[in-house]
């Protein structure tokens, strides 16, 4: 015969967390962007990719080019890259020697950047304002 030794009522009580609301865009300093299509946003990497082997052989202007047509489609990786270029903190980080900075061109690409959601754009638009 069994007998019961012990019996025992739980009862779970779950309530749920106040969500806190995500910041939004404009107080981020990003717009929301929707996503590109698979096959522009491959493309565009594409382009971004021979870019940057380009910019890595010394091959400026050509990379420039490459990382505008991808920026234009709208990659932020590209707008950054093509703002890099132009960038006089940037150009010195790159050891460029012979090709003139353009602190305008940069801050045009770097707000670009910032529009497509790239999180450092923000922080090297203020740094370009800094060197005035």
């Known amino acids: 015969m069994a007998a019961i030794l012990a019996e025992a009522k739980t009862v779970l009580a779950v309530e749920a967390a ?3 609301p995500e910041p ?5 300093g990003t717009a929301l962007v ?9 493309r565009a990497l594409g ?8 910019l890595d052989r010394g091959q400026v202007y050509a990379a420039r080019k490459l990382f ?3 920026a234009e489609i709208g990659l932020a990786q590209s707008a950054v890259a093509l703002a890099a270029t ?3 903190d940037e150009l010195a980080k790159m ?5 003139p900075p353009d ?4 801050r045009k690409w770097y707000e670009k950047a910032r529009e497509l959601g790239a999180p450092e754009a923000g922080d090297r638009l203020r740094r370009l304002g800094a060197a005035r």
Do not use: N
Request: hydrophobic residues 40%; neutral net charge.
């Open 47 to 54: 382009m971004h990719a021979k870019g940057q082997e380009l």
């Open 103 to 106: 602190a305008v061109a940069a």
């Open 86 to 88: 132009y960038d006089p």
């Open 34 to 42: 929707p996503p590109l299509p698979p096959e522009e946003r491959e």
């Open 68 to 70: 505008e047509r991808a």
């Open 18 to 20: 106040a969500a806190r």
């Open 24 to 28: 939004s865009a404009a107080s981020r």
């Open 95 to 99: 050891r460029v020697v012979g090709l």
